[in-house]
């Protein structure tokens, strides 16, 4: 029997002592107003506009080097965007919402459902977009009138320490708190009692995430990855098509859940696409060591994508370097060089498991329904990416090939859009977030019944005679 040490003790102590906190706060003002929520995202925006370049450097640092046009592109612009856009339309969605009566309580009573604030909701960021990841639930929790607890990366060092320093400046204790992952706190973190939880991460952690949280039937949001296709149908200009795909397969070096994890082209178009592929990358980065291509975030990482190559290589595979010549090992800045492999199998790891890197597989197909029948074979993936100008050829992808979202002629931008919600199916996921989605996620919506001064339902109180099977044959005919 494993017992517990002195150290784990005192942190899910601490835990505990964080939850309680924030829990008798819910209790003290459990429905905070409109102006309140206001005023907390507002504090949100405050809080990120007033650290932007800090946070930048920090995500940087942590990486090893990291893109700050990429820093600044999906995490500080994407997330301040989110939070005008849930400004802009919150006193709509905190609005009860009137419902229909049944006839059992019909004419003088009435129906609303109130969206309320579920208590204290646990976010567990991933370190591949940090600042996104943790301000993109927040938003939505905050406005659904939550607290917030949030369980920052272990690869997430230096912002993790920036944040737990200034987010006292903007909210106190009771309404958000940062806890660094100094190791083994994960799962105690998922143990809590909880009134919700969100994790974004690999399907295997999400699975044990669930399983700590069932414990307490804390309800959970699962965002996760997967094999994430697209497919180039034949009627669809290649330039376009590989100008597209390498942008967001290389934006920070392919350390993205929804991004391109292998591709989809006609038959006899692979060749065409890797040259096109290869003139587009030497442009895009001239010197894979400046500071526009972002590192793999640590050692570990790093020698996982060459353990991948080489296998996919040793097993028949022809790797591209699209780098032209740059592709030498750097073990200090870790900058992977971006390759495509041909001829892949399935009996590759770079085909088993999701890449998380800049490796691109490509395979070829003459009928469509070789991809939907290979796609359909596998785990639902988060994202599809159809490249097609044939609108029956993009809606038999999307009803044929279920997946978390879809983005047609491009990649990744279902994620951007405000007004959508996000979220996995299957193994890519549970739940949804953004907009509106994100609002409902993180509140009850409380049914609520007012009983009129008539009650029809005293006809049906026993003693039971004739009148009240007449009564009910009434009712039970009026249901054809």
Not at 89 to 117: D, E, G
Not at 185 to 197: K, Q, T
Not at 221 to 234: D, F, M, N, R, Y
Not at 302 to 316: E, H, N
Request: proline content about 7%.
């Amino acid at each position: 029997m494993n017992t517990p040490t002195n150290t784990a003790i005192d942190a899910e102590g601490a835990l505990r002592q964080m939850l309680d906190q924030q829990r008798s706060a819910y209790q003290a003002d459990p429905v905070p107003d409109y102006a309140q929520r206001i005023e907390d995202l507002r504090a949100l925006s405050r809080m990120i506009r007033d650290h932007q370049d800090a946070m930048v450097q920090a995500i940087s640092d942590d990486y090893g080097n990291r893109s700050k046009i990429e820093s600044l592109f999906c995490e500080v612009f994407v997330v301040l965007d989110g939070i005008k856009d849930t400004i802009k339309h919150l006193k709509k969605w905190m609005k009860p919402q009137r419902r229909h009566v049944s006839l059992t309580s019909y004419p003088t009573s009435r129906n609303r459902v109130i969206p309320q604030p579920l208590g204290v909701v646990g976010v567990i960021v991933p370190w591949n977009f940090p600042v996104n990841l943790t301000f993109a639930p927040l938003t939505s929790i905050f406005a659904a009138g939550n607290r917030a607890m949030v369980k920052m990366s272990e690869n997430s060092q230096n912002l993790s320490e920036l944040l737990q320093r200034i987010s006292g400046d903007y909210f106190p204790a009771e309404k958000l708190i940062f806890i660094p992952d100094s190791g083994g706190v994960g799962p105690l973190f998922s143990a809590l009692p909880l009134d919700h939880l969100i994790f974004t991460g690999s399907s295997a952690t999400g699975r044990a995430v669930m399983r700590s949280a069932a414990e307490n039937l804390t309800p959970v949001t699962l965002e996760l990855g997967g094999k994430s296709p697209a497919i180039v149908a034949p009627d669809f200009d290649l330039d376009t098509a590989a100008e597209r795909i390498l942008f967001w397969k290389l934006l920070n070096a392919g350390q993205i859940c929804t991004t391109v994890d292998y591709l989809f082209l006609p038959e006899g178009s692979a060749d065409a696409f890797v040259e096109k592929s290869k003139a587009l990358v030497q442009r895009r980065y001239p010197d894979l060591q400046s500071e526009d291509y972002t590192s793999v975030i640590d050692d570990q990482s790093y020698q996982r994508l060459w353990d991948t190559l080489d296998d996919a290589v040793a097993k028949g595979a022809t790797a591209v370097d699209l780098s032209d010549g740059q592709g030498k090992r750097d073990d200090k800045l870790r900058k992977f060089p971006p390759h495509i492999l041909l001829n892949v199998t399935d009996d590759m790891a770079v085909m088993q498991r999701e890449i998380f890197g800049p490796l691109l597989p490509v395979k070829t197909y003459r009928e469509h329904q070789e991809v939907l029948d290979y796609v359909n074979a596998g785990p639902r993936p988060l994202s599809t990416y159809p490249f097609t100008n044939d609108r029956a050829i993009t809606d038999l992808y999307i009803e044929r090939m279920m997946s978390g979202g879809v983005t047609v002629n491009n990649c990744v931008l279902h994620v951007a859009q405000h007004d959508i919600p996000f979220g996995g199916v299957g193994d890519s996921g549970m739940g949804h977030y953004h907009g509106y989605e994100g609002f409902i996620t993180f509140s009850k919506l409380r049914p609520i019944f007012h009983q009129g001064p008539l009650d029809p339902i005293k006809l049906l109180m026993p003693p039971y005679g004739k009148t009240a099977r007449k009564i009910l044959d009434v009712m039970i005919g009026m249901t054809k």
